[in-house]
């Protein structure tokens, strides 16, 4: 690259911004269905100018130069996105191979060949024990036969993060970009964990009975996690032709008109490859943010949609004069799952239940006691997740990722399912989101004592919770989850809120 190709960090980030919006369109039409193959790689190749090292430099030139600690923050935000464009870059081709390789991948059930996508969502509605087994084997054994590559694509990235940061443990790069311990998060966290056990195997040994049948084994295998979490048996109560309506009306009793805002577009229907994992897609914050579920029924589809309209809605309401940096890119992911988590919150209180589907006090209670057994099924997973993947991470120098470790181990004790060592690379999100997740689940715990008491326990359906949330949203993605924390009075590693939340202390 030239010396005259080198752009100011302004043209930088206007460039990039440009290249971020083709590149999360290209990802959307993917994961939704509308394409079957992806195109990163040729999108990456037509902006490879904005990833070099010299640009690299350039940006940290700037960032050394600002004497404004948000110019810096700016600077150093768009820093670090030159540099995992570098490894975006170099990587994409082989990425594209994967992703197009699984969503190309077929195994036969039942007589019929299903694509591997349609067979996961479909595990979410096979009402039949035997066969989610049968299915769930099946897919266990076609997705880790792309261990090889996922392993492969884990060693190349590694390596290429090390030779730009010049730090060799990913531990240690992600601690530095996150600005904290994971280390004492996950002390935290583990200790959070235990104080639930006692509660946990309580509501668990009650609803893998009630949702599994009798046939249950002693320890089911994690190819029932999709049917726990519709709670399928309880599916004529929440049918997915609902979910819209009711959580469009949920969301407007916090004081947002979901379907009123024109920058968040939806995306309901049910395609084929469409994958079943609902997200959001800031593609261009707050002007486009799409918002993406594949309702299959059961209160899972109210849950995950109410789970991504908090993200829709922290994007769509971040203030547009902001950098873009601001509005867009962030050091990770747990301020914005915090306003996720609060909004899905609202699905956990007996009394949601109770004012949309017609329950009786008792039948509404009942069903929120469900709801909270599925959010401490999943932190508990995902603090077993993060206790695995510190240690994952810290003998990757060494082993390179061809071991499972105790990934098996820790995850089927803290939730009672069996969770199968082939599934450890699959399992893996990228940058340690499981901590972010985390962080996100202590937050959204303290966000929502905090908003008790000074609301009410009628914080959900109460307008000025909106009020109190548009504030935060506004400052997009510039504040640290720790920064909320301590506006609402709370210490970053306080999880009291949320044993006591999980635990009904």
């Not at 930088?12 to 369109?25: K, L, Q, S, T």
């Not at 730009?164 to 200790?191: C, M, P, W």
């Not at 009630?210 to 002693?218: I, K, S």
């Not at 008109?257 to 939806?266: G, K, Q, S, V, Y």
Request: aromatic share 8%; proline share 4%; charged share 30%.
């Amino acid at each position: 690259m030239s010396t005259t190709a080198i752009r100011s960090s302004q043209e930088y980030e206007d460039a990039y911004r440009a290249y971020y919006v083709e590149a999360a369109e290209e990802f959307r039409a993917v994961r939704v269905g509308e394409k079957e193959t992806s195109e990163q790689a040729a999108i990456v190749a037509r902006h490879a100018d904005l990833f070099t090292q010299e640009q690299v430099e350039a940006l940290r030139a700037a960032e050394a130069g600002a004497s404004d600690p948000d110019e810096r923050e700016r600077l150093y935000r768009l820093r670090r996105t030159c540099e995992a464009g570098i490894v975006d870059a170099e990587l994409a081709q082989r990425e594209d191979e994967l992703a197009n390789a699984l969503l190309a991948a077929r195994l036969t059930f039942d007589g019929a060949e299903v694509p591997l996508r349609a067979a996961e969502a479909q595990l979410a509605v096979l009402p039949d024990y035997a066969k989610r087994e049968e299915l769930g084997e099946l897919v266990r054994a076609l997705d880790s036969s792309f261990n090889g590559q996922r392993r492969e694509l884990l060693g190349a990235r590694d390596d290429l993060e090390t030779a730009i940061s010049g730090e060799r443990q990913a531990v240690a790069r992600n601690e530095a970009e996150k600005q904290i311990s994971l280390r004492e998060l996950e002390t935290v966290l583990r200790s959070a964990s235990d104080a639930v056990t006692e509660e946990y195997r309580r509501l668990s040994g009650r609803w893998f009975e009630r949702l599994l049948g009798p046939e249950c084994d002693e320890v089911p295998t994690n190819a029932h996690v999709r049917w726990i979490r519709r709670l399928s048996p309880l599916e004529s109560t929440y049918p997915k032709e609902r979910s819209v309506e009711v959580c469009v009306e949920t969301v407007r009793a916090l004081g947002f008109e979901l379907e009123a805002i024109p920058n968040i577009r939806l995306d309901l229907e049910d395609r084929p490859q469409k994958s079943p994992r609902a997200c959001v897609i800031a593609a261009d914050p707050p002007e486009v943010v799409h918002l993406i579920t594949r309702a299959q029924g059961g209160v899972s589809d109210y849950q995950a949609f109410l789970h991504e309209a908090g993200h829709a809605l922290h994007y769509a309401g971040c203030d547009p004069r902001l950098p873009w940096t601001f509005r867009a890119v962030s050091r990770d992911h747990a301020l914005t799952e915090i306003y996720s988590y609060i909004v899905e919150a609202v699905s956990r209180e007996p009394g949601w239940h109770a004012l949309h589907f017609g329950l009786s006090d008792a039948e509404a209670e009942e069903n929120a006691d469900a709801t909270r057994f599925l959010e401490a099924l999943l932190f508990r997973r995902y603090a077993a997740k993060l206790r695995y993947e510190l240690g994952f991470w810290d003998a990757f120098p060494k082993e390179r990722g061809d071991a499972s470790r105790d990934y098996e181990t820790l995850l089927t004790t803290a939730t009672g399912l069996r969770y199968d060592s082939r599934g450890y690379l699959a399992d893996m999100d990228a940058g340690f989101y499981s901590a972010d997740y985390l962080r996100a689940w202590i937050r959204a715990a303290q966000l929502s004592s905090y908003l008790r008491s000074e609301l009410g326990e009628d914080w959900w359906r109460d307008s000025r919770t909106g009020e109190i949330l548009r504030a935060l949203f506004a400052e997009g993605t510039r504040p640290s989850s720790e920064d909320v924390a301590g506006r609402i009075g709370f210490d970053p590693l306080d999880t009291g809120p949320l044993v006591a939340e999980l635990t009904r202390a």
